[in-house]
């Protein structure tokens, strides 16, 4: 399941991110600078069938970046990336669990 995350799930985001900080310091920075809901950065989360994270998607204004785990929904947040209105015009994934995003 992917949903656009709220305030409320600051730890769930910052936890997730920083189990691989040296992968994840762009979430962690913009996390802390801007929250998890503003104008120019938002995140949504894959959670798997028991709740748990397994992926984050990020948007820094028409910037996305990916945070993932095994059983994360790539083909959902690609979907959440492709559709937004804010458009992509660069990606950047540091994927462990796939060559590439």
Do not use: K
Not at 7 to 34: M, V
Not at 82 to 94: M, V
Request: hydrophobic content about 45%.
């Amino acid at each position: 399941m992917i949903r656009l995350l709220t305030d409320s799930e600051y730890d769930l985001i910052y936890t997730f991110c920083a189990q691989n900080p040296a992968l994840n310091l762009y979430f962690l920075g913009n996390l802390e600078a801007l929250g998890v809901v503003s104008d120019s950065c938002q995140f949504w989360g894959s959670f798997d069938a028991g709740g748990s994270v397994n992926g984050v998607l990020m948007r820094y204004m028409d910037g996305w970046n990916i945070a993932d785990a095994p059983g994360c929904e790539y083909a959902a947040l690609g979907e959440v990336v492709d559709t937004h209105p804010a458009g992509a015009a660069r990606l950047q994934d540091n994927p462990l669990h796939i060559p590439s995003f």
